[in-house]
Structures are given as structure tokens and as C-alpha cells.
């Protein structure tokens, strides 16, 4: 919270079993890696914006988790809080990114040419293609911790930014909090609009304090290149179109975050990154390229198949509902995308939904014909 | 205990830092002088308080009628010895803008503290929710002379009238001389209600355990401090208030339905109005319920407050209730003062809880009443403002009434004590039941005067 030093050094007057959450029905990252010695040896710290351990981790406390999905348990409040507590979240990270170390670096690759196809996914069966990430601007606290102020500050910041494209992504920015019904309405129609956080996971690390202050939506006039402003993330940026053509949809999507980069840098407030960690985010799980590449793909036959899961985690992709996280699939239609974030580039995370989503829309026709499929299941990658 | 900040920050990180901000460097220079947050001081003159200031144009509630940005400007920067802050008060209100009709408080006090840091914004919001009592003039009564008696009445359907005070023989001893309520040695009159009518009688309030940080702001070892004082001094309670604890984190199924079928059981708030006030966190830490064996008695640990103190029973003996209440509270006073606690309670503002609404006694004594042609009449609400009363749902607060059960309960909280506010909720009960009883035979009512509001 940007208040302070919440309370902190106060609580340094009680013994470290006094403070220690008690995490015995919790299943999350955050109370696997959390011990009394960890918590005793970062209490008393803070980053330079002041927030503490206990900021950290509230969002873990208050959501003991589910038997069946690990949340990640913890969040940042700046870019500094990767650096000072480090002890909590580098084991963390690891557990979430499939064993990547505190020295292992992190490769960048935003150059759309190097992605080879991807611009053939039959769209029989490939219904929408879609790219996000999410992007914090140096020099302003995150989410979870930043003031009203600055809140207004990174809105200010990005609509000039934005606001300055040309082209095909000449756009408008449409503040939450000023909206029209008309336009409210429009922007729902078109599945861009954003709403309150509910989820508890978010709220309960801040996040949506002072809604909808200097929150909201910008689109290009195309509505297919669209960006967040001050939700979870600083900036989540969005390139989608009905079909299957993710090669262009990935066009875009890096051509405009160069852009936009340029002009958050001329004015000195660049997007957080390190050669560690790549793109700084909010919350642990979307570290690295914070990118998740999808598609809404109609697999009735390959998803009732036993194989299925095996399959999607071979390829290293992971099946949502088209309501997106925590939904169920509608029709057999699944969103599919990459699982991994951090330690492998932009280029090479949507490289593997394209391959992957082929190969199992060959899969399902294939089904469909009756065929077995076994032979076609891919090695893990 | 001013000075929030101890540690000295590498003087590079900072440089860096400040430079990122914008800072300049006669700004780094100067500041990296200081002994402490640089970063912070930096923030706050990058970001004055006209950049912090929340929109409220959509806001209906206390909190937003009073902030203009002067007091903002003049609070945001200050600290509670808990270095507990204005904006904490405020987020609760910030987040949720309230409704046309119902106007929220919008702010929580974080520790005793806040009222007397953030006066400026709390005493004319106290005045705003509690008819204009004003914390900087006036006094909560606490009513320590026992010989004081007011002017029986025979005509029992006039209300303010039947306030009959039977002087105690005994004097107030010096033990109890700051104990605000040693007015329960005097008794309430009338205070037996038709049970064709009354279904239950209830009376609760809050107290605050002084030197430990309210809900909002307590960390997970001060509110377990809290429950350990509470329930060490439950334990020593006896004979028809003996009773038991039970931890929310702990307790087994069995017991939690139990403690569901006897209406005791209290769940995680979902209320935004209380989940944006950070009362919430840590879910089930430290929570728990008490109640005696008798099942009359409750004690809620670490919900809203510190402590929800609660009697009740069935039927329409409010006067035994009220009787229950005052002898258990003051057993409970006494076991954690032997302690060497206290409750927080000042005279400016009686009893210290987290919401500004529930100051000075924090009592609400209400009943569950049948009030099926009285409810219909159009004059119901106003008989209930002139009465001072309010209604309810027999859910509680913010539920619709089943049938034609109400609850029906004291409105105010601050500027009368507990023995005025109970007789007022005794007086008021009565007359609707006098009002029920003569629509029911086909006879007219009358709205009575309007009670007022403070001595003077």
C-alpha cells in the first residue's frame, strides 16, 4: 500500500512466531517456500518505497488455494521488490518457471520475422487469435502499492504515449470512470472492456483500491490492437483478430509495443526489465515476456481424448475455458496457449502455439475420420 | 513515537532511484542528506497531496462530504504513533461510493490514535452521523450519579416519559469511578415486553482492548494478543456466564454447526465496505466466538472490533438482557483490567471501536418484534424517527424484513448512554406495541413528538 511503512516497524516488537501467518491449510508458491527463518530474515526490510514482506505476501495469507490449482501466492509493489526479497521469491520463481535459477538470464526477442509460419491455422477450427503481455513503466510503484498519484501519473503517461500512434494503430483511450453507456456498451460487445477485479486474489493485494480511478481502455480504430491501463499490470497490451492468422496477429503486437516503448523511453520512464528476470510484472507468474500467446480452437474430439492433457503439456501449452482463466470450455472450444513466460523469448513461446495448435488441429481431424492418433503424439518440448 | 523510518538506505539505490523519479540533482543532493525514507520524501514532493486527492464526485457517504482537499492536504502527511495513515481511514470509502439512499460512514479508525491524529476529518463526520455531537465541545455522557432520578409517568404511551430510575442505595465505589456504566446498578422499567409481539431481545456493543491496533490495522501478533487477553479473561467468568471458545480456525464441523443453528456464528466478511478496510486479512487468524453455557451470553473476537459483546435470549425480558449485559461486561472490565489492560474510552468519544458509527456506547439493543398492521400503516417510519428507533431485517443489518418481523433497534449511539439508550429502545418498543395493539382493534394511532437529541 503507498501508505507508510504500513505498520511495519511496529510489529518488529513481537517475536517472529507471534507475526508468522499460519499457512497449515494454505496450497500455494508462496506457503511452500515461506519458513519462520525466511519470514524473520526479511520483516524488517523494505524497498525504497517502503514496502514490506507482509505487503508481499498478504494476497497468499488471505487465499489458502485450492487442492488442485498452486496459485502464485505473492505479488510485487516495484521493480526493487524482485531484488529485496529475493530469499522468498527467486525459490518461488524457480517452483513456478520450471526450475530457472537465481543466475539463469532471461532472452528478449520481439523481432516478429524470426517466427517461422503461423500464418496458415485453418480457421475451420482456429475461431480467434490472440497475444498479450504486460509491460510496468520504470520510475512508478506497482499495482498493489501505488498511490493515486501515480496511478494517475502512468495514465497520464501512457494516454500521451498512445494517443501519439499513427497508422494502423491510430486509436482513443477511454477512461473507466468516464465512459458513456454507449460506449461501455460497445466496448463489452467487443469483448475489450475490463472489469472491477472480484477475484479475491486480486483485491486482497490491493488492487483494485480507488476503482475506477485513472483506469481504463485504449483501442485502435481497427479494434485489433487494444491496451489496459492500470488493471492488474502498469499496461497489458492485447493483439487479436478473429481467425487464424497468429503471424499477423504477432506483427502487430511487436511493431506496436516497439513503438510505444520508444515513446515511454523519450520521456525517460522505460519499461521495467532485467537481463534476469526480462519484463518486470506485478505478479510473479507472468515474469519474463509476460506473454501469453492463444487461440479459441474447436477440439471436441481431441479434448474428450485421454490423451489430451499429456498432449498439451508435451507441447508445452495449457488449455483455458474462452472466458479465460478460471473458466470452463463452451462447446468444445478450448483457448490454447503457451505455459511458459520466463526463460524462453517472445518469438519462441508463440512458435510453440503455432506448432502446437496445428498439430492438434490435425490431431482432431484426424478423430474425426475416425483415425488413431497415437503416432502423432509429440516428444516433450 | 514519531521517526517511521530506521534504516538507512544504500546511498547508490537511492541516487538511482531519485533519478528515476525525475528528481533532480540539487533535489538527490539535498535530500540524500536526510537520516531517513528518501525515497518516501522524494515521492511526496513529486506527488503533493492535489495529486492524491481521491475523486469523490460520485460519493455518498460521511467520509466524502467532509474531505475537501485543504484537510487533505493538511493529514495525508501525518502519522498515528502506529504509523497509520489518512489514506488507510479513507480507502474504505474511496472504493465504495455508496448508495443514494443509505449513507455509509466511509472511513475506519486504524488505532485510538486516528480520531485525535486525523480529528480534522473524524469530528465532522462524528457530527454528521451522530445528529451533531461534537467531539470538540461536548462530552459522552457517562452518567455516574446514581441518584439521579427521572420524573416517573403513568401514561405509559407516551414515550421519554417512563424513565424510572430507582436510586441504588449503595455509592459508587472508587473502583468503578471511570467505569462509565456503573449506572446498571439502577434498573429500567418496563422493561418486560409483550411476548405475543417480542420473539427476542438482544442488546450488543463493542470494545477495544487499549494499546493494541484496531481491525483494520492490527498485525496478525497484535490481534493474536488480542484474542489470548479476551479469551484468558473468559475463562474467568462463573456461574450462569461460564462458558467456552471457540477458534474459528480450529473449531470442528459439529461445533460450527451448532454454533450456525444457534445464530452465534459470524463468517469472513464479504461486505466491501469491510473488506476495503483491511478487516479481513489473515482470515480465520485469530477469530473466534465465546459464549456461556446458557447460550445468552457472546462475545465475537476480532470480527469488526476487538470484541462484539452480546446478550439475547428469547422472549421479551429485555430488562434481564440489559441486566446480563451490564454485569458481564463489567466481570469482563474487571478480569482484563487485573491483567493490567484496558478498554480504549475517552470522554470525548466513550467508547473507542473501528467505525466512527458505533462511538460512545456502542450499543445497539433491539428486539425482534410482530408488528403485522403497524408496518402497514404509512406512518410507520416516521413514528420509528420520532422514537429514535430503526428497522431492520431479522438478518441484521442491510436484510429485508420476513413477514412482519422487524428488528427493531436504538438508532443513536453517541451523546446518551447505555441506560438512556435502552429505556428509549424499552419506551419505543412499547408504544409501537401499543399502536399495533390498537390498529389491531380498529383504532387510530398517533405519531408521537419527536424525542430529542442531547442534553443540554
Not at chain 1, 513461446?349 to 478423430?367: A, F, P, R, Y
Not at chain 2, 486479512?281 to 465475537?300: Q, V, Y
Amino acid at each position: 500500500m503507498p501508505f507508510g511503512n504500513t505498520h511495519n516497524n511496529f510489529k518488529l516488537n513481537y517475536k517472529v512466531e507471534d507475526e508468522f501467518p499460519d499457512l497449515s491449510k494454505h496450497n500455494n508458491h508462496m506457503a511452500k517456500v515461506l519458513t519462520k527463518e525466511i519470514y524473520g530474515k526479511l520483516r524488517d526490510k523494505q524497498t525504497p518505497s517502503g514496502y514490506t514482506l507482509d505487503d508481499v505476501i498478504q494476497t497468499g495469507v488471505d487465499n489458502p488455494g485450492h487442492p488442485f490449482i498452486m496459485t502464485v501466492g505473492c505479488v510485487a509493489g516495484d521493480e526493487e521488490s524482485y531484488e529485496i526479497f529475493k530469499d522468498l521469491l527467486d525459490p518461488i520463481i524457480s517452483d513456478r518457471h520450471s526450475g530457472y535459477k537465481p543466475t539463469d538470464k532471461h532472452k528478449t526477442d520481439l523481432n516478429f520475422e524470426n517466427l517461422k509460419g503461423g500464418d496458415d491455422l485453418d480457421p475451420n477450427y482456429v475461431l480467434s487469435s490472440r497475444v498479450r503481455t504486460g509491460r510496468s513503466i520504470k520510475g512508478f510503484t506497482l499495482p498493489p502499492h501505488n498511490s493515486r498519484g501515480e496511478r494517475r501519473g502512468i495514465e497520464k503517461l501512457s494516454v500521451e504515449a498512445l494517443t501519439s500512434l499513427d497508422g494502423e494503430f491510430k486509436g482513443k483511450y477511454y477512461p473507466l470512470k468516464s465512459m458513456t453507456d454507449a460506449e461501455q456498451d460497445q466496448l463489452i460487445n467487443d469483448h475489450f472492456l475490463f472489469d472491477k477485479p472480484v477475484s479475491p486474489l486480486l483485491t486482497c493485494a490491493g488492487m483494485a483500491r480507488d476503482w475506477p480511478d485513472a483506469r481504463g481502455i485504449w483501442h485502435n480504430d481497427n479494434k485489433s490492437f487494444l491496451v489496459w491501463v492500470n488493471e492488474e499490470d502498469h499496461l497489458r497490451v492485447i493483439s487479436m483478430q478473429q481467425g487464424g492468422n497468429m503471424r499477423e496477429v504477432f506483427r502487430r503486437f511487436c511493431v506496436g509495443l516497439n513503438k510505444i516503448e520508444e515513446i515511454f523511453k523519450k520521456h525517460n520512464h522505460g519499461f521495467m526489465w532485467n537481463e534476469h528476470l526480462g519484463y518486470i510484472l506485478t505478479c510473479p507468474s507472468n515474469l519474463g515476456t509476460g506473454l501469453r500467446g492463444g487461440v479459441h480452437v474447436k477440439l471436441p474430439k481431441l479434448s474428450t481424448h485421454a490423451k489430451f492433457e499429456e498432449i498439451l503439456t508435451r507441447l508445452r501449452l495449457q488449455k483455458r475455458g474462452t472466458g479465460g482463466v478460471d473458466t470452463a470450455s463452451v462447446g468444445g472450444v478450448f483457448d490454447i496457449s503457451n505455459a511458459d513466460r520466463l526463460g524462453s523469448s517472445e518469438v519462441a513461446q508463440v512458435q510453440l502455439v503455432v506448432d502446437g495448435v496445428k498439430l492438434m488441429v490435425e490431431m482432431e481431424k484426424k478423430l474425426e475420420k475416425g483415425e488413431a492418433i497415437d503416432s502423432m503424439i509429440p516428444a516433450q518440448k | 513515537m514519531a521517526g517511521p523510518f530506521t534504516r538507512l538506505i544504500s546511498g547508490r539505490n537511492t541516487a538511482v532511484l531519485l533519478a528515476s523519479l525525475g528528481a533532480g540533482t540539487m533535489a538527490t543532493g539535498f535530500l540524500m542528506t536526510e537520516n531517513n525514507s528518501l525515497v518516501a520524501e522524494a515521492k511526496k514532493m513529486l506527488y503533493p497531496p492535489s495529486s492524491d486527492f481521491p475523486d469523490l464526485r460520485k460519493h455518498n457517504n460521511c467520509m466524502a462530504a467532509a474531505l475537501t482537499p485543504a484537510v487533505y492536504a493538511k493529514l495525508r502527511d501525518k502519522l498515528t504513533p502506529n504509523n497509520w495513515t489518512l489514506d488507510q481511514c479513507i480507502q474504505t470509502g474511496v472504493d465504495n461510493p455508496g448508495h443514494p439512499f443509505i449513507k455509509t460512514v466511509g472511513c475506519v479508525a486504524g488505532d485510538e490514535e486516528s480520531y485525535e491524529v486525523f480529528a480534522e476529518l473524524f469530528d465532522p463526520i462524528i457530527k454528521d452521523r451522530h445528529n451533531g455531537y461534537d467531539p470538540r465541545t461536548m462530552t459522552h455522557p457517562t452518567d455516574l450519579d446514581a441518584s439521579k432520578v427521572f420524573t416517573p409517568s403513568h401514561d405509559l404511551s407516551l414515550p421519554g416519559s417512563s424513565v424510572h430510575l430507582s436510586a441504588a442505595p449503595t455509592c459508587v465505589e472508587p473502583y468503578f469511578s471511570f467505569f462509565p456504566v456503573s449506572v446498571f446498578l439502577l434498573q429500567i422499567t418496563n422493561g418486560v415486553f409483550d411476548e405475543k409481539y417480542v420473539l427476542s431481545s438482544r442488546v450488543r456493543t463493542g470494545r477495544s482492548i487499549r494499546g493494541l491496533s484496531l481491525p483494520p490495522a492490527c498485525s496478525r501478533a497484535e490481534r493474536r494478543e488480542v484474542e489470548r487477553v479476551v479469551v484468558m479473561a473468559l475463562a474467568g467468568l462463573k456461574g450462569d456466564l461460564a462458558g467456552r471458545y471457540y477458534g474459528l480456525g480450529d473449531m470442528t464441523d459439529k461445533e460450527q454447526q451448532q454454533l450456525i443453528d444457534d445464530h452465534f456464528l459470524f463468517d469472513k466478511p464479504v461486505s466491501p465496505l469491510l473488506t476495503c478496510a483491511f478487516m479481513a486479512r489473515d482470515w480465520p487468524d485469530a477469530r473466534g466466538i465465546w459464549h456461556n453455557n446458557e447460550k445468552t451470553f457472546l462475545i465475537w473476537v476480532n470480527e469488526e472490533d476487538h470484541t462484539r459483546v452480546i446478550s439475547m435470549e428469547k422472549g421479551g425480558n429485555m430488562k434481564r438482557v440489559f441486566e446480563r449485559f451490564c454485569r458481564g461486561l463489567k466481570q469482563v472490565e474487571q478480569l482484563i483490567q487485573e491483567r493490567g489492560w484496558e478498554f480504549m474510552w475517552n470522554e470525548r468519544l466513550g467508547y473507542i471501536l473501528t467505525c466512527p458509527s458505533n462511538l460512545g456506547t456502542g450499543l445497539r439493543a433491539g428486539v425482534h418484534v410482530r408488528l403485522p398492521n403497524l408496518s402497514k400503516d404509512s406512518r410507520f417510519s416516521k413514528i420509528l424517527d420520532n422514537l429514535r428507533l430503526q428497522k431492520r431485517g431479522t438478518g441484521g443489518v442491510d436484510t429485508a424484513a420476513t413477514g412482519d418481523t422487524f428488528d427493531i433497534s436504538n438508532n443513536d449511539r453517541l451523546g446518551k448512554s447505555e441506560v438512556e439508550l435502552v429505556q428509549l429502545l424499552v419506551d419505543g418498543v412499547n408504544y409501537l406495541i401499543e399502536c399495533e395493539k390498537k390498529l389491531e382493534k380498529g383504532h387510530d394511532i398517533k405519531v408521537p413528538a419527536p424525542i430529542t437529541q442531547f442534553r443540554k
